[in-house]
Nanobody, 115 residues
Framework: QVLLTESGGGLVQAGGSLRLSCAPS????????MGWYRQAPGRERELVARISVGGRTNYADSVKGRFTISRDNAQNSVNLHMDNLQAEDTAIYYC?????????WGQGTQVTVSS
């Protein structure tokens, strides 16, 4: 069973930064793609950013220029660095990994931005 362990959420003031980390229980390069999604109260879960096994990245329009997704090979983790956070970024952030036809989710980490 694949486990995705997330860390790094918390409370930050608007304009601040946070870094989220997702560490899978196996080599992260076993997955075709890893990414971060978020779900705010009353809203559907949405893509924030993703990175393919080859390093190609995609971002939601709302976070382009503010968020950066990257891999840390030494830590076997996928990180999401978030700058200039705004109140609308408040949500539970979930790590996701895909392998062939299977999808794995982390338990989620809360990010709260105070205005």
């Amino acid at each position: 069973q694949v486990l995705l362990t997330e860390s790094g959420g918390g409370l930050v003031q608007a304009g601040g930064s946070l870094r989220l980390s997702c560490a899978p229980s196996e080599n992260m390069y076993n997955f075709n793609e890893m990414g971060w999604y978020r779900q705010a109260p009353g809203r559907e879960r949405e893509l924030v950013a993703r990175i393919s096994v080859g390093g190609r990245t995609n971002y939601a329009d709302s976070v382009k220029g503010r968020f950066t997704i990257s891999r840390d090979n030494a830590q076997n983790s996928v990180n999401l660095h978030m700058d200039n956070l705004q109140a609308e970024d408040t949500a539970i952030y979930y790590c996701r990994a895909t392998s062939l036809a299977r999808i794995y989710w982390g338990q989620g980490t809360q990010v709260t931005v105070s205005s």
